[in-house]
């Protein structure tokens, strides 16, 4: 895994966590973390077999929690807080987010309330008149979503 795949999964992370709402110096931390660790100029897998923790840790926005999550990231491809999030919340709603019109707030309305959490269930939920039922989502909006969603 390559350093921009780990700043991936970081970005992501952090977004799953802003349509949660969770705390936003806790997701800041990470986007920090992830806009760091792209532009990285040694693959931390390197950095890891040279220097451990300390190396990782020398990164900045990477204290020991989150050099914690990089070793187990490399070592099982995945580490244990993405796995409880993603089971809590699915991945497939930042697909959603970039669609025009669909902000964190209508992502988590739309799992939470109509359980639609794909591109594949909006469109269906689309198609049987489900825009009508969200609240905030006008008729401007509404447009733009169909648009988007005839371009998938």
């Known amino acids: 895994m390559d350093n921009e795949s780990i700043a991936r999964r970081f970005y992501r992370l952090a977004a799953l966590m802003e349509l949660r709402g969770d705390d936003p110096f806790r997701l800041r931390s990470y986007r920090n973390a992830a806009e760091a660790i792209e532009v990285w100029s040694t693959p931390l897998k390197e950095l890891i077999a040279k220097e451990g923790m300390t190396g990782l840790q020398s990164i900045p926005g990477v204290g020991k929690a ?75 909006t509404a447009k733009k979503i169909k648009e988007s969603l005839e371009h998938r």
Do not use: C
């Open 66 to 140: 989150i050099a914690s999550k990089i070793i187990e990231l490399l070592d099982h491809g995945t580490f244990e807080a993405w796995d409880r999030l993603i089971a809590e919340t699915p991945e497939t709603l930042l697909d959603l987010l970039e669609l025009p019109g669909i902000g964190p707030k209508t992502a988590m309305t739309l799992y939470q309330k109509f359980k639609v959490s794909s591109i594949p269930e909006l469109k269906e939920f689309v198609a049987g008149g489900g825009l009508d039922l969200v609240d905030g989502i006008g008729l401007t």
